[in-house]
Antibody, heavy 124, light 106 residues
Framework: QLQLQESGPGLVKPSETLSLTCAVS??????????WGWVRQPPGKGLEWIGS???????FYNPSLKSRVTISVDTSKNQFSLRLSSVTAADTAVYYC????????????????WGQGTLVTVSS | DIQMTQSPSSLSASVGDRVTITCRAS??????LNWYQQSPGKAPKLLIY???SLQSGVPSRFSGSGSGTDFTLTISSLQPEDFATYYC????????FGGGTKVEIK
């Protein structure tokens, strides 16, 4: 059974860089028909897609965050990572990693497996 | 960017009620539309993908319909575990979520 687990600091200072890792178990990150993504949710608010990556390293970013976001993949460790630079209080959120299943023949690109999420607070 | 608008933002319903949530895209997205359920303190759970396909393991009381710009999620008979927040998501051009619909107990 596929499992995703986020890890990283729960507290980051303003202007610094937020770094999170998502460890994937129960399946290979190099599997075709899947890619991997990050979604965040500020306290009491809705969901925001941050970006996605394919095991080859191809990335897709939310235009509103693109200048500050880097997503990378480490196939040897079966994990992928998020870096968000120059953080402010507005970046305080629960950050989720997830698997994206895609199948163009049925118009499917959906987040079908999620980590439990990790709260990151930006504060001095 | 494609914007997704959900309505209503919240609703009150009773167990056994039929509930419908709508989602509108700012441009045509064909059938690239997903629906998620999120309970408090939990990660979102995929219910419907490609507008009308039921994700494996999801009860059949959930159904989705629509294409182009207008979509609906229907719960045919609301159960106690269905009180949660529901989000639509377009996947036609990267991803955008709707603002959410909170389903509360009447």
């Amino acid at each position: 059974q596929l499992q995703l687990q986020e890890s990283g600091p729960g507290l980051v200072k303003p202007s610094e860089t937020l770094s999170l890792t998502c460890a994937v178990s129960g399946g290979s990150i190099t599997s075709t028909s899947f890619y991997w993504g990050w979604v965040r949710q500020p306290p009491g608010k809705g969901l925001e897609w941050i970006g996605s990556i394919y095991y080859s390293g191809t990335t897709f970013y939310n235009p509103s965050l693109k200048s500050r976001v880097t997503i990378s993949v480490d196939t040897s460790k079966n994990q992928f990572s998020l870096r968000l630079s120059s953080v402010t209080a507005a970046d305080t959120a629960v950050y989720y990693c997830a698997r994206v299943t895609y199948d163009s023949s049925v118009k499917r690109r959906s987040f079908d497996n999620w980590g439990q999420g990790t709260l990151v607070t930006v504060s001095s | 960017d494609i914007q997704m608008t959900q309505s209503p933002s919240s609703l009150s319903a009773s167990v056994g009620d039929r509930v419908t949530i709508t989602c509108r895209a700012s441009q045509s997205i064909s059938s690239y539309l997903n629906w998620y359920q999120q309970s408090p303190g939990k990660a979102p759970k995929l219910l419907i993908y490609a507008a009308s396909s039921l994700q494996s393991g999801v009860p059949s009381r959930f159904s989705g319909s629509g294409s182009g710009t207008d979509f609906t999620l229907t719960i045919s008979s609301l159960q106690p575990e269905d009180f949660a927040t529901y989000y639509c998501q377009q996947s036609y051009s990267t991803f955008t979520f709707g603002g959410g619909t909170k389903v509360e107990i009447k």
